[in-house]
């Protein structure tokens, strides 16, 4: 089974890791928490990890949802910052921080297991954001994890899609992370790019926090 984009209309092969690139403007965020819904609406299980946002904001992202199969890992909140009666708090694994990958890697390991138990067709996971971990460690440190991340996205047949901030890295950074993935996808001055798995150029704009493709190049 492929793993169908929201937008455009389009595909990608289990195993496959994927490397987001764009600026805060771009509509990156966007398009990769859109991801994660088409997976969703498709009955597939999702692993969102964010280093980035508190979890009220995950939470208030996917409310429409059915989030029954949807893993959170939060590097920003702690579990006081939820009520404790709230319903979905086995689904949320919460990281003191983003240096801690050994803790990040373990969570995704076991929300891998649980929902590979339950059959379901395919696992998509976004990890939002790789730039984050490069503030706050090496990047031999984060290519490290990061090829155990991906050599494990493979091994299950799932699918990973990690962003990455444009204009603040240098070309050694990106190009190093390149390596690690099949397909690089660029958000850019209108234009969806995607290299690697597929050669396509779309026209986009942003409204209302939604993507609109307004053409193909």
């Known amino acids: 089974m492929n793993y169908k984009f929201k937008y455009p209309d389009m595909e990608v092969a289990p195993g496959t890791n994927l490397l987001l690139l764009g600026d805060l403007f771009s509509g990156k965020?966007?398009?990769s928490?859109?991801?994660?819904?088409?997976g969703l609406k498709n009955g597939e299980a999702c692993i969102f990890v964010s280093t980035n946002d508190p979890i009220q904001d995950t939470l208030e992202e996917f409310k429409d949802y059915d989030i029954g199969l949807l893993g959170m890992i939060n590097c920003m909140s702690s579990r006081s910052d939820l009520a404790?009666?709230?319903p979905h708090m086995d689904q949320i694994r919460f990281v003191a921080s983003p240096t801690e990958l050994a803790s990040i890697m373990a969570y995704i390991n076991e929300f891998l297991d649980i929902l590979r138990g339950r059959e379901v067709p395919g696992i998509r996971i976004v990890f939002d954001s790789v730039s984050t971990l490069l503030m706050y460690s090496n990047l031999k440190t984060?290519?490290?994890f990061?090829?155990?991340l991906t050599n494990t996205v493979k091994a299950q047949n799932a699918v990973l899609l990690m962003t990455m901030e444009e204009g603040v890295h240098d070309r050694i950074e990106i190009s190093s992370l390149?390596?690690?993935s099949q397909g690089l996808i660029t958000m850019a001055q209108g234009q969806i790019v995607f290299?690697?798995?597929s050669r396509r150029k779309f026209d986009y704009e942003t409204e209302d926090d939604r993507i609109v493709i307004t053409g193909e190049k």
């Not at 928490?33 to 088409?38: N, S």
């Open 178 to 180: 390149e390596r690690l």
């Open 142 to 144: 984060i290519y490290k």
């Open 195 to 197: 290299n690697g798995f």
């Open 33 to 38: 928490k859109d991801f994660i819904k088409e």
């Open 146 to 148: 990061l090829h155990v």
């Open 84 to 86: 404790n009666d709230y």
């Open 29 to 31: 965020d966007i398009f």
